[in-house]
């Protein structure tokens, strides 16, 4: 009986820990090196491109999940820790249209007052200064 081919890699693959994000995210680094590499014929960016192909199928057909796992836990760490200061500050550009942002003089935290409401007295929710400010 002849076996397909999708059976054989289905049994290949048993065990192993496949693609995540992290190995998706070093191919395309690796292609993008490869694309730079046609352009400057530098021996130098094809090598780091074929070691960081190496790691990636290494990656990929570790019985070790585990260990990959927790890599690929660290790639989202850093990736949301990068992502996460565009996200604050696009919020924050959002909010400036209709929002004052001021810190509390005795504390620091920041309280938002909305605008055009003029010279307001503002309680700080966590110390309970009150100061005064124009909105």
């Known amino acids: 009986m002849r076996r397909k081919i999708s ?14 994000d ?9 292609l993008v090196l490869l ?8 021996p130098l960016v094809y090598l780091l491109a074929l070691v960081i192909l190496v790691l990636s199928y290494f990656r990929m ?15 989202h760490e850093i990736l949301d820790s990068i992502t996460g200061r565009f996200r604050k500050a696009e919020r924050r550009a959002k909010q400036s ?3 004052h942002i001021y810190k509390c003089p005795s504390c620091g ?17 966590k110390c ?3 100061f ?4």
Not at 7 to 20: C, E, L, P, V
Not at 35 to 42: A, K, P
Not at 132 to 135: D, F, L
């Open 128 to 130: 309970r200064n009150e």
């Open 35 to 42: 694309v730079i590499n046609i352009f400057t014929s530098q």
């Open 61 to 75: 057909f570790s019985r070790n999940e585990m260990k990959r796992r927790a890599e690929d836990d660290k790639y």
């Open 132 to 135: 005064q400010k124009r909105s």
């Open 97 to 99: 249209k209709d929002y």
């Open 7 to 20: 059976d054989f890699f289905s049994d290949f693959m048993y065990g192993r820990y496949g693609t995540d």
């Open 22 to 30: 992290l190995s998706k995210f070093m191919l395309a680094v690796c």
């Open 109 to 125: 935290q920041k309280i938002r007052v909305p605008r055009g409401k003029g010279k307001i007295c503002i309680t700080c929710p």
